[in-house]
Nanobody, 126 residues
């Protein structure tokens, strides 16, 4: 079993930056597709960003492209999400997820992921 724990959320003003992290225990993240999803208040959970299983490619949702960057530290079994130029529309609970059998064409599909963290709240407000 793998446990994922997110950290780094908080309250920030519009235009600010924030980095959230997800650390895995129980298993190595090597060989897993890694992703961030977010659940805005009153809306469905949506795809934010992902790393392919081999770590060679990254993917982003249209609303965060150019502002958010996903990265990983294999030696720390951790994946990060750097979020820049935040706006109130980014307010959500952010979840990390890991999937062993995720294929590229389905990398944005949350049903493909096996393990999920509890989430960290990010609130963007003045």
């Amino acid at each position: 079993q793998m446990q994922l724990v997110e950290s780094g959320g908080g309250l920030v003003q519009p235009g600010a930056s924030l980095r959230i992290s997800c650390t895995a225990s129980g298993r190595s993240l090597s060989g897993y597709a890694l992703a961030w999803f977010r659940h805005p208040p009153g809306n469905e959970r949506e795809f934010v960003a992902a790393y392919s299983r081999n770590g060679g490619f990254t993917y982003y949702g249209d609303s965060v492209k150019g502002r958010f960057t996903i990265s990983r530290e294999n030696d720390k079994n951790t994946v990060h999400l750097q979020m820049n130029n935040l706006n109130p529309g980014d307010t959500a609970v952010y979840h990390c997820a890991a999937g062993r059998g995720v294929i590229t064409s389905s990398i944005r599909n949350q049903m493909q992921y096996d393990y999920w963290g509890q989430g960290t709240q990010v609130t963007v407000s003045s």
